[in-house]
């Protein structure tokens, strides 16, 4: 069965940091790009980082770049999330997302296929 | 950043109705677009990729069209498990963005 579970989250204050992991199963991990996805209390989705299969290219919104760093590490099939200089705004659930890519044509076609329960960070103090 | 509109924000629908949800993108994104559904505590489900494509295992009431700016998600008969929340979502470039959902309601 193909699955993703995170975990890390919790509660933590201003200024701290948190590093989220998200353990991939029933796929070949180092195959697919893979994706961090946030939703606030009462919110819509928000995309947050992408990684590519080796980790050589790393994507993130504006709101996070210089204080969050996407990772992989594919001999353990695992997703990361370090996460410093957290702020309330920051307060999410964070799912982990699965990548494909398909090819038609001259089209590169990439969408979250498969998607984690998601963990819960909590900024306050 | 390119900005995803979705239209309408809520709706009341019956069972059986045909329904149908708009995105907007605020520059041309070809057909790298992708919807999904929400339901209340629970992870996001695709639907729909690349537009149009419609992803294994999500039943054939669901489809969607556009290409450019303009884009539709269409359910053909409402069933009662689709009462949900419907996100469009761009890949064409990064950062990619959400529109900010359609709650589908029981009228």
């Known amino acids: 069965e193909v699955q993703l579970v995170e975990s890390g989250g919790g509660l933590v204050q201003p200024g701290g940091s948190l590093r989220l992991s998200c353990a991939a199963s029933?796929?070949?991990?180092?195959?697919?790009?893979m994706s961090w996805v946030r939703q606030a209390p009462g919110k819509g989705l928000e995309w947050v980082a992408n990684i590519n299969h080796d980790g050589s290219g790393k994507y993130y919104v504006d709101s996070v770049k210089g204080r969050f760093t996407i990772s992989r590490d594919n001999a353990k099939n695992s997703l990361y999330l370090q996460m410093n200089g957290l702020r309330a705004e920051d307060t999410a659930v964070y799912y982990c997302?699965?990548?494909?890519?398909?090819?038609?044509?001259?089209?590169?076609?990439?969408?979250?296929?498969?998607w984690g329960k998601g963990t819960t960070v909590t900024v306050s103090s | 950043d390119i900005q995803m509109t979705q239209s309408p924000s809520s709706l009341s629908a019956s069972v059986g109705d045909r329904v149908t949800i708009t995105c907007r993108a605020s520059q041309s994104i070809s057909s790298y677009l992708n919807w999904y559904q929400q339901k209340p505590g629970k992870a996001p489900k695709l639907l729909i990729h690349?537009?149009?494509s419609l992803q294994s295992g999500v039943p054939s009431r669901f489809s969607g069209s556009g290409s450019g700016t303009d884009f539709t998600l269409t359910i053909s008969s409402l069933q009662p498990e689709d009462f949900a929340a419907y996100y469009c979502q761009q890949s064409n470039s990064a950062p990619w963005t959400f529109g900010q959902g359609t709650k589908v309601e029981i009228k």
């Open positions: 690349a537009a149009s």
């Open positions: 997302a699965r990548v494909p890519l398909l090819i038609a044509g001259t089209y590169y076609y990439y969408y979250m296929d498969v």
């Open positions: 029933g796929f070949t991990f180092r195959s697919y790009w």
